[in-house]
C-alpha cells in the first residue's frame, strides 16, 4: 500500500499508530521530532506524513509548514494528530498546510479513512 512515516515524540504513540497502519498493509517509517520528520521526508519520500504537533526541536506546525512550502515535499499529504484539540489549532494546522487534524487518542476508523481519501485524491 503506501509508506507513511509516523512524527511523535511518543515511542507508545508511534507503536500503536504503527500497529493500526501495518494491519492495513501499510509500511510505516517514524521520525521522533519535527526536525527527523523532514530530514526522513526528504531522504524517504513517503506517500503521507502523519504529524504530533508537540516535538521537541521543531515543533509540528513548524515542519509542517516547512514541508508544505518545499517544492520536493509539498505535494505529501500532512495529517496531523494531536492532543491539542482547539478550533483554533486546528485551523492554524490547516494554515500551516496539513490536509488533515484528529485528535489524540486517534480512532483507528476515522485515521483510515482520512489516509484513504487523502491517499486516494493523490493518486486521480
Not at 12 to 32: G, W
Not at 39 to 61: A, C, H, R
Not at 88 to 98: N, P, V, Y
Request: with cysteine; charged share 20%; glycine share 4%.
Amino acid at each position: 500500500m503506501a509508506l507513511i512515516l509516523i512524527a511523535d515524540d511518543s515511542p507508545t504513540e508511534i507503536f500503536v499508530v504503527k500497529k493500526m497502519l501495518e494491519k492495513h498493509n501499510h509500511q510505516v517509517i517514524s521520525a521522533e521530532d519535527g526536525l527527523q520528520a523532514i530530514e526522513k521526508t526528504l531522504s524517504d519520500q513517503p506517500d503521507l506524513i502523519i504529524m504530533d504537533v508537540v516535538m521537541p526541536n521543531l515543533n509540528g506546525f513548524q515542519a509542517t509548514r516547512r514541508l508544505s512550502k518545499d517544492p520536493a515535499t509539498q505535494n505529501i499529504p500532512i495529517i496531523i494528530v494531536s492532543s491539542k484539540n482547539q478550533e483554533t489549532d486546528k485551523l492554524w494546522g490547516f494554515r500551516q498546510g496539513a490536509k488533515g487534524y484528529l485528535c489524540k487518542p486517534v480512532n483507528e476508523v476515522q485515521l483510515l479513512t482520512e489516509i484513504n481519501a487523502l491517499l486516494t485524491t493523490l493518486a486521480s
